[in-house]
C-alpha cells in the first residue's frame, strides 16, 4: 500500500476559491513535500516541510504537517485557472532519506 | 541552467522488444532517480544513480535496469517488454550530496507505449 495518500482523488473549484489537498502517510518521516504536475508532464517541486516543522508559506501555498496524525495538507490560496494540475505529496522514510515514496495525487481542476 | 532533459519524448514498441531510455540532470548535479507513473499504479521509484553506482533501487523486476556514466547522463534500459510497461517514465536529478533532503528537479518525461 502507499506510503502517502492524498485526499480528495479529484478537486474542482471556482477560480478565487481555495482549495485544500490532504496527505496521509504511514510510516515516520524525515520530510514532507509537494510537487505539481501539469497534464502528465515533468513534477515541479512545490514546497517542502521538515517533520520538526509544523507549517510553510510560499507565496500562495501554505503547508502544514501534523506528525502525530501522520498527516499534510496543502492550501492554495486565491485559485487561479493555471493551477489546475494532479499534486503530489511525497514522503522520504526516516530510515532512508534516498527512497522517496510519491502518493496517489490529488487532480484540481480550476474553472475559470 | 538548462533543466533535465529526456530522450525520446516519445516511444512505441512491441512486446518482446527492448527500450533504452535517457536523461541528461543538470549540470553539476551527481543523482539522477528515475521513475515509473501509471494511472493505476501512480510514481514509484525506479532507482537512484550517484557518481555512476547505483545508489537506491525500488521493486522492479531485473528487467528494468540502469546505468550512469561518468558526465552524469544516465540511461535505463527494459528488456522484454510487457504491455503493462507502457507508462510516462520520469527522471530527477539532485545535487545528491551535502545535507539531505535533495530538491529533485524533474524532466519531461518519456511516454512509452508498448503494443
Known amino acids: 500500500s502507499q506510503q502517502g495518500e492524498e485526499d480528495p482523488q479529484a478537486l474542482s473549484i471556482q477560480e478565487g476559491e481555495n482549495a485544500t489537498m490532504n496527505c496521509s502517510y504511514k510510516?515516520?518521516?524525515?520530510?514532507l513535500q509537494w510537487y505539481r504536475q501539469n497534464s502528465g508532464r515533468g513534477l515541479v517541486h512545490l514546497i517542502l516541510?521538515?517533520?520538526?516543522?509544523r507549517e510553510k508559506h510560499s507565496g500562495r501555498l501554505r503547508v502544514t504537517l501534523d506528525t502525530s496524525k501522520k498527516s499534510s495538507s496543502l492550501l492554495i490560496t486565491a485559485s487561479r485557472a493555471a493551477d489546475t494540475a494532479s499534486y503530489f505529496c511525497?514522503?522520504?522514510?526516516?530510515?532512508?532519506?534516498?527512497?522517496?515514496?510519491f502518493g496517489p495525487g490529488t487532480s484540481l481542476s480550476v474553472i475559470p | 541552467k538548462a533543466g533535465v532533459t529526456q530522450t525520446p519524448r516519445y516511444l512505441i514498441k512491441t512486446r518482446g522488444q527492448q527500450v533504452t531510455l535517457s536523461c541528461s540532470p543538470i549540470?553539476?548535479?551527481?543523482?539522477v532517480s528515475w521513475y515509473q507513473q501509471t494511472p493505476g499504479q501512480g510514481l514509484q521509484f525506479l532507482f537512484e544513480?550517484?557518481?555512476?553506482?547505483?545508489?537506491n533501487k525500488g521493486n522492479f523486476p531485473g528487467r528494468f535496469s540502469g546505468r550512469q556514466f561518468s558526465n552524469s547522463r544516465s540511461e535505463m534500459n527494459v528488456s522484454t517488454l510487457e504491455l503493462g510497461d507502457s507508462a510516462l517514465y520520469l527522471c530527477?536529478?539532485?545535487?545528491?550530496?551535502?545535507?539531505?533532503?535533495?530538491?529533485?528537479?524533474f524532466g519531461p518525461g518519456t511516454r512509452l507505449t508498448v503494443t
Open positions: 544513480y550517484f557518481s555512476e553506482t547505483q545508489r
Open positions: 510510516t515516520s518521516i524525515n520530510n
Open positions: 511525497a514522503t522520504d522514510l526516516k530510515t532512508s532519506y534516498d527512497k522517496v515514496i
Open positions: 530527477a536529478s539532485s545535487s545528491g550530496q551535502g545535507p539531505r533532503p535533495y530538491e529533485q528537479y
Open positions: 549540470s553539476g548535479h551527481r543523482s
Open positions: 516541510i521538515r517533520s520538526n516543522e
